[in-house]
């Protein structure tokens, strides 16, 4: 008797890959290595602020993130060199009947600054979302360092109550761990209304720079007007700043707000927003 063979269901899914690498050279800063595979690109590099600081746009063409799908991105800034990385948009993770991951892998040489500025991650209800980033400092290098993680679609009435989050966070200097975090939030999870949790607030942001500040400005940072509920914390050597907010536009606002502060103060340069966040 000749059974019919089974229904084998195929989801397709992207593998991409994107490395870049930056050096010093004179005065400049430039980048020395870009490969890709699948879809992962970085636009034309930019110099707003003149040669010293090479701007990278991490553009990914699909539009956002399925079941299966997998990106691993890695940036390394050599000796002296000064890479700004941002992203034209929001980064959206789909619902999905598998989880999806990102791997991202940064590494700073002595003498190095690095700003990870991306726009907010939308993790829509049913995404299985997974994330793991890996910080590696050598010496005297620098860091500026932010994310921020919209669950569902608040606006379109849509609340995170079907699958997961995840998140794993580690900054090294010189091997030794400065920062490790875990984070797996489920979707309808009491976390998601507890005062203890996030409190029915439904967009989360965290920002890491490296340094110290004094208190003048550790409060003058506190008192910024702003509809999000955020404070700051100074630990040896990093500085941590958190916040809730009911949408991710005021979360990503009171960021740049405290880079505009900040980035002075730590990493000796006015802050020039890059103009890809106002279009």
């Known amino acids: 008797m000749n059974l019919p063979a089974p229904t084998v269901l195929f989801t397709p899914s992207w593998h991409a890959e994107l490395e870049l690498g930056y050096a010093r050279f004179g005065d400049s800063t430039r980048p020395v ?11 034309k590099h930019l110099y ?16 956002g993130i399925a079941g299966g799908d997998r990106l691993d991105i ?11 990385i941002t992203s034209p948009g929001a980064a959206k993770w789909y619902r999905a009947a598998g989880p999806a991951y990102q791997q991202l892998d940064l590494q700073v040489a002595a ?3 690095l700003e990870w500025l991306p726009q907010e991650t939308i993790i829509f209800s049913a995404a299985q979302a997974e994330l793991s980033t890996s910080i590696n400092l050598e010496g005297d290098a620098r860091l500026f360092y932010w994310d921020v993680v919209a669950l569902g679609r608040p606006a379109s009435g849509e609340r995170f109550d079907l699958g997961h989050f995840q998140a794993k966070l580690d900054i090294r200097r010189d091997g030794q761990l400065l920062w490790h975090e875990r984070q797996r939030i489920v979707g309808d999870d009491g976390l998601l209304d507890s005062p203890i949790g996030l409190d029915g607030q439904p967009v989360f942001a965290t920002l890491l720079v490296t340094g110290e500040i004094d208190s003048d400005l550790l409060e003058q940072c506190r008192s910024l007007p702003n509809d999000v509920r955020g404070d700051l914390t100074q630990l040896p050597g990093l500085l941590v700043a958190r916040c809730l907010a009911s949408e991710a536009l005021l979360a990503r606002g009171w960021l740049i707000d405290l880079w505009r502060l900040l980035r002075p103060a730590l990493l000796g340069r006015e802050a020039v927003p890059p103009r890809i966040w106002s279009t």
Request: glycine share 12%; net charge neutral; hydrophobic share 35%.
């Open 33 to 43: 290595l870009r490969r890709h595979q699948g879809p992962l690109r970085v636009q």
């Open 48 to 63: 707003a602020e003149g040669p010293e600081v090479c701007q990278h746009i991490i553009v990914h063409p699909p539009g």
């Open 74 to 84: 890695s940036a390394s800034v050599g000796v002296d060199a000064w890479a700004q």
């Open 111 to 113: 003498g190095a600054t």
